[in-house]
C-alpha cells in the first residue's frame, strides 16, 4: 500500500528534474546578453580611439571655420584652393628648377 509518502517520493525526481530544467533554460537566456556585453566591452578602447580621431578633426575644422570668418582667410582660400586673383593682378608661375627650364638651378 502506498501512502500520500509514496507519492511524493515518486514525484520528487520529476520536480528536480524540472527545476533543473527550469535553471537551465534561465541560463541559456543570459548566455546571448552577456556575450553581447563582453563584446561591448573589448570594442571600447577602440572606440575611444575613435572618438580621439574624430574630437582632433572636429578640433581642425574649428580652426579652419575661424581662418575663414575673416576676409583675409576667405581671400587666401580663394587664392591658394581656386586660383583666384583680383581684377587687375597679374599671376606669375614659377616652372621648377630654375632660370634654365631644364631642371638646373
Request: charged fraction near 25%.
Amino acid at each position: 500500500m502506498s501512502g500520500p509518502g509514496g507519492r511524493r517520493r515518486g514525484h520528487r525526481p520529476l520536480a528536480v528534474l524540472l527545476y533543473a530544467a527550469f535553471v537551465g533554460l534561465l541560463l541559456a537566456s543570459y548566455a546571448a546578453p552577456l556575450q553581447q556585453i563582453v563584446e561591448s566591452r573589448s570594442r571600447i578602447p577602440e572606440l575611444r580611439q575613435e572618438l580621439r580621431a574624430a574630437e582632433a578633426k572636429n578640433a581642425a575644422y574649428r580652426r579652419e571655420i575661424g581662418a575663414l570668418s575673416t576676409p583675409e582667410g576667405i581671400e587666401r582660400a580663394a587664392r591658394e584652393r581656386y586660383g583666384l586673383v583680383r581684377p587687375g593682378e597679374r599671376v606669375y608661375i614659377v616652372a621648377p628648377g630654375g632660370e634654365g627650364g631644364d631642371g638646373r638651378p
